[in-house]
């Protein structure tokens, strides 16, 4: 259900749908707060995907690839420069495989906060 409302751009529902799981036996994992994640991008959403992404560390769960993927973006879209390289420096640290797309998403979000210093860096 979750897939489906980030298909169609509903992040709110998708949200909702996560909360309710949280507080029965339906188990949170990755893959939830993923596609939760994912329609905020999506819905333009960065503050809610890096809410998310905080809820899911205090879950005792850990961010992989297509999360962090997905919150990069959400901050790309909004020139959120500083986050976006902020999660790219952790998603380093912690050696989480990387690609050209991902970097071009933060690379992205350096230009449109007119950060042209921070991308060459990349």
């Given at each position: 259900?979750?897939?489906?409302?980030?298909?169609?751009?509903?992040?709110?529902?998708?949200?909702?749908?996560?909360?309710?799981?949280?507080?029965?036996?339906?188990?949170?994992?990755?893959?939830s707060f993923s596609g939760v994640i994912s329609a905020c991008e999506k819905g333009r959403q960065w503050?809610?995907?890096?809410?998310?992404?905080?809820?899911?560390?205090?879950?005792?769960l850990a961010p992989d690839t297509i999360v962090c993927s997905a919150v990069i973006s959400a901050c790309?879209?909004?020139?959120?420069?500083?986050?976006?390289?902020?999660?790219?420096?952790?998603?380093?640290?912690?050696?989480?495989?990387?690609?050209?797309?991902?970097?071009?998403?933060?690379?992205?979000?350096?230009?449109?906060?007119?950060?042209?210093?921070?991308?060459?860096?990349?």
């Open positions: 259900a979750i897939s489906a409302c980030e298909k169609c751009q509903q992040w709110e529902q998708a949200a909702a749908l996560l909360n309710s799981m949280e507080g029965h036996v339906v188990p949170v994992d990755v893959i503050e809610r995907a890096l809410g998310l992404l905080a809820q899911l560390k205090q879950s005792k790309e879209k909004s020139g959120r420069w500083e986050h976006a390289l902020s999660l790219l420096d952790e998603m380093l640290a912690k050696n989480l495989p990387t690609d050209l797309v991902l970097f071009s998403a933060v690379i992205s979000a350096c230009e449109k906060g007119q950060k042209w210093e921070q991308a060459l860096r990349l």
